[in-house]
């Protein structure tokens, strides 16, 4: 439960029981919570805020906070305590057996994730490996680590497929990077992962209908591995990756004239990558 008397309920010690508030709320309309009973014990306060939710759950808009319905309400507080209370409607019982029913069937999603190997597998950095590289520099400040700030003015910083110098040592060829399987393909949803290539991070999506598309993992604006977090688009030159830190879109199609690589903003650009699939995703790289 949420203590204090500032969010949507939360229950506070005294020296008989327990009191119990409703119907707090922060944001752009904050409402200090409201004593809904007072000295309850331990039990009663439990049972007093299961009915409270529940009831909110039968009666609540989609995505009404509780501070609005209970403004919304007839009567308001003196309504719930009428009904949670006094049940002067006759369905405490429901109520409690409704919350009773939900705990019944609860599980922690994380935890079995967590217990589970296979779910495991897709929280690597890495699919192709257990290295780990550092993804996001950081600084202490006040006993505490947290991310640098931004830099006021960050050079442009593109890539083009004019700087790379085609010489017979330096030839393009496949490289096995991942299994097809370690980007856990959805039929409904694109995926992610990321392979690390000697110190170079590339990030591979699964489209579906699309195919397979890959490009560098570095955001070229704040030089953060970050591009596999954001989110897939379409435009009329193909799927595009959105940057989770500034919402610039880069193209992911990789031939020149689909525009691969190129952005929104023309100061920055990625490198995309063809993909070939056979058992495994094969990636051209040098």
Request: charged share 25%.
């Amino acid at each position: 439960m949420r203590g204090g008397a500032e969010y949507d309920f939360g229950v506070i010690a005294t020296t008989k029981g327990w009191n119990v508030f409703v119907g707090g709320n922060g944001g752009a309309k904050p409402r200090h919570a409201e004593l809904l009973a007072g000295d309850v014990t331990r039990h009663e306060a439990i049972r007093l805020l299961d009915r409270f939710l529940i009831y909110y759950i039968r009666s609540a808009d989609k995505l009404e906070r509780t501070a609005r319905w209970i403004e919304r309400l007839p009567g308001g507080l003196q309504h719930l305590k009428e009904v949670l209370i006094q049940d002067k409607l006759g369905i405490c019982a429901d109520l409690e057996k409704e919350m009773d029913d939900f705990r019944a069937t609860y599980h922690c999603e994380w935890a079995k994730t967590v217990l589970d190997p296979e779910r495991r597998k897709q929280f690597r950095q890495f699919v192709n490996t257990d290295e780990t590289q550092v993804s996001a520099e950081k600084i202490m400040e006040r006993k505490q680590m947290r991310p640098v700030d931004w830099p006021t003015d960050t050079s442009p910083l593109k890539f083009s497929p004019k700087d790379v110098v085609e010489s017979a040592a330096a030839q393009w060829e496949w490289r096995p990077v991942c299994q097809l399987a370690d980007l856990d393909p959805n039929p409904g949803a694109p995926t992610s992962a990321v392979v690390k290539y000697g110190d170079t991070q590339i990030a591979i999506w699964h489209l579906p209908g699309r195919g397979l598309r890959a490009s560098q993992n570095m955001c070229p604006h704040k030089r953060s591995q970050v591009l596999a977090e954001g989110l897939v688009g379409e435009n009329e030159q193909g799927p595009y990756i959105s940057c989770p830190l500034h919402k610039r879109n880069y193209q992911l199609d990789a031939s020149p004239e689909k525009g691969g690589g190129s952005c929104s903003d023309p100061d920055y650009s990625v490198r995309a990558h063809l993909l070939h699939v056979t058992r495994h995703a094969y990636c051209s790289h040098r």
